[in-house]
């Protein structure tokens, strides 16, 4: 089940490619979008220089080959923070989230007919039919979603491996129970309906992925919300559906996150990773360290 974790994580990351956000423009709201850049130093006069660090939780070579600027503030830093341990009982807990524990199943909840569409999908996956008719119609859609990898060749993983290697303390900004509640705290037909929309999709998502990848690499946050935002105008019945994804994964998650990072960033020289979509927008972490007093400055 080490893929179910990673599924999570990378579908947290890779937002883009499965639900899509309308947002207020910078323009609109007098703010700095902060939307070019992944390595952005934070500071303020009584606490030593942090940097925070936007990801993309895949294992692609394109992206997990460090530039020479980001590897020198890793080393250089005191102590590394990720989102969540990516480590066997976190597996375990997440795996046993990821199904149901009261007597129900996917096919009574999503329906018969889309359990037909997505069964062959999880089968796929070697997920045979008796163990898909447990999952839960978020876990399954990360499942359809995310494309299979090796968790210990993430971004991520990569990062926290040159840390631990380094004899650096390790924090985390969230639980898995933080990052299943995302999705638990939708409602089940808004589960259901982004199930739906992974099955009708699938066949996009690689392109997708490889459009959002590349942005990336272009550190342009504001393309890959320009992406998202060109899809929905494609789909404008998802707009209720997609402000509660947003809500529910992006905005509640970096204020929460924001909170958790202050210790790391009073006690100075912290490097903190995060999926990079995180950082972008009035309502992203840049903005609200920004709003906070932080001095908030783009490096690379």
Same mark, same amino acid.
């Given at each position: 089940?080490?893929?179910?974790?990673?599924? @999570?994580?990378?579908?947290?990351?890779?937002?883009?490619? +499965?639900? +899509?956000?309308? $947002? *207020?423009?910078? *323009?609109?709201?007098?703010?700095?979008?902060?939307?070019?850049?992944?390595?952005?130093?934070?500071?303020?006069?009584?606490?030593?220089?942090?940097?925070?660090?936007?990801?993309?939780?895949?294992?692609?070579?394109?992206?997990? *080959? #460090?530039?020479? /600027?980001?590897?020198?503030? +890793? %080393?250089?830093?005191?102590? &590394?923070?990720?989102?969540?341990?990516?480590?066997?009982?976190?597996?375990?807990?997440?795996?046993?989230?990821?199904?149901?524990? %009261?007597?129900?199943? +996917?096919?009574?909840?999503?329906?018969?007919?889309? &359990?037909?569409?997505?069964?062959?999908?999880?089968?796929?996956?070697? #997920?045979?039919?008796?163990?898909?008719?447990? &999952?839960?119609?978020?876990?399954?859609?990360?499942?359809?979603? /995310?494309?299979?990898?090796?968790?210990?060749?993430?971004?991520?993983?990569?990062?926290?491996?040159?840390?631990?290697?380094?004899?650096?303390? /390790?924090?985390?900004?969230?639980?898995?129970?933080?990052?299943?509640?995302?999705?638990?705290?939708?409602?089940?037909? %808004?589960?259901?309906?982004?199930?739906?929309?992974?099955?009708?999709?699938?066949?996009?998502?690689?392109?997708?992925?490889?459009? @959002?990848?590349?942005?990336?690499?272009?550190?342009?946050?504001?393309?890959?919300?320009?992406? %998202?935002?060109?899809?929905?105008?494609? $789909?404008?019945? @998802?707009?209720?559906?997609?402000? /509660? &994804?947003?809500?529910?994964?992006?905005?509640? $998650?970096?204020?929460?996150? =924001?909170?958790?990072?202050?210790?790391?960033?009073?006690?100075?020289? *912290? =490097?903190?990773?995060?999926?990079?979509?995180?950082?972008?927008?009035?309502?992203?972490?840049?903005?609200?360290?920004?709003?906070?007093?932080?001095?908030?400055?783009?490096?690379?």
């Amino acid at each position: 089940m080490r893929r179910a974790l990673l599924a @999570l994580g990378a579908a947290l990351a890779l937002t883009g490619a +499965l639900a +899509l956000h309308g $947002r *207020a423009t910078a *323009a609109e709201t007098g703010q700095p979008a902060y939307d070019k850049g992944l390595l952005w130093r934070v500071e303020k006069p009584e606490a030593a220089p942090s940097y925070l660090f936007g990801t993309v939780h895949v294992s692609d070579k394109r992206v997990t *080959a #460090l530039p020479d /600027v980001v590897r020198a503030q +890793l %080393d250089a830093a005191r102590s &590394f923070t990720m989102e969540v341990a990516l480590d066997a009982p976190n597996v375990a807990a997440l795996a046993a989230r990821m199904i149901y524990s %009261d007597g129900r199943t +996917l096919p009574q909840v999503a329906g018969e007919e889309l &359990f037909r569409q997505v069964a062959p999908l999880l089968a796929a996956l070697g #997920l045979p039919e008796e163990v898909a008719r447990l &999952f839960k119609p978020w876990a399954a859609m990360l499942m359809i979603a /995310v494309p299979q990898q090796q968790p210990a060749d993430m971004l991520d993983a990569t990062l926290q491996r040159i840390a631990v290697q380094q004899g650096k303390p /390790v924090h985390y900004l969230e639980t898995i129970d933080d990052q299943v509640a995302a999705f638990e705290g939708m409602s089940e037909p %808004d589960q259901v309906a982004l199930l739906a929309y992974t099955v009708e999709t699938r066949d996009e998502l690689p392109g997708a992925t490889e459009k @959002l990848l590349q942005a990336y690499l272009e550190r342009d946050l504001g393309r890959i919300w320009q992406l %998202d935002q060109d899809s929905v105008r494609e $789909r404008p019945e @998802l707009k209720p559906l997609n402000d /509660v &994804f947003a809500r529910r994964v992006l905005y509640d $998650r970096n204020t929460h996150m =924001f909170e958790r990072m202050q210790q790391d960033l009073k006690e100075g020289n *912290a =490097f903190i990773a995060v999926g990079a979509l995180h950082l972008y927008g009035e309502k992203g972490l840049l903005a609200l360290l920004a709003r906070d007093g932080w001095r908030v400055t783009p490096v690379y």
